[in-house]
């Protein structure tokens, strides 16, 4: 089993849904958690980060569920704009401190 | 604020050749990160230093890949000698804080080509 795993994709969506991501981690003790948004041919960007209790930002919902090891982002209301790979990312700390990208899911809207 | 340098931004090489690659990370940010990004692998850390100290080269695929960060505002990535399973875009990344649990900012890349 890979370390992160993510929806495959594409997601092909009209402007205005709602759409969700899921990904899943197969270490328990991960310690922090991301979602990088990476347009192409640029490099990832910080969307935000995924606290215990989820959080929001604007459109953005992140969530984090540490008993079935996995987090989930939902965009609502969804723009031309967020046209983009979503990428979630997993921290590990121990004797070397990891950081670990999971391959991302393609996200399409379309007018 | 100037973000994270990379240079070149394109390289094109022949197998073989020696290919170095610079970065120059955000003022002030304590960790810097090597990222190789791939279709068919996806973003894979490299190698990652805390001030300066190499912490995890667990990354580095080869003895060809060697990384070096001398200051606190420069590291090289170096490919000697270079094959043509090496292109890839090769991404810099700084962090505030040492670790890994900071926020990333990401350098615009090098596309590196390999023939």
Known sequence: RKEVEQDPGPFNVPEGATVAFNCTYSNSASQSFFWYRQDCRKEPKLLMSVYSSGNEDGRFTAQLNRASQYISLLIRDSKLSDSATYLCVVNELGSYDKVIFGPGTSLSVIP | ?115
Request: aromatic share 10%; glycine share 6%; charged share 20%.
């Open chain 2, 1 to 115: 604020d100037a973000g994270v340098i990379q240079s070149p931004r394109h390289e094109v090489t022949e197998m073989g050749q020696e290919v170095t690659l610079r970065c120059k990370p955000i003022s002030g940010h304590n960790s810097l990160f090597w990222y190789r990004q791939t279709m068919m692998r996806g973003l894979e850390l490299l190698i990652y230093f805390n001030n300066n100290v190499p912490i995890d080269d667990s990354g580095m695929p080869e003895d060809r890949f060697s990384a070096k960060m001398p200051n606190a505002s420069f590291s090289t990535l170096k490919i000697q000698p270079s094959e043509p399973r090496d292109s890839a875009v090769y991404f810099c990344a700084s962090s505030q804080t040492s670790g890994v649990t900071d926020t990333q900012y990401f350098g615009p890349g090098t596309r590196l080509t390999v023939l």
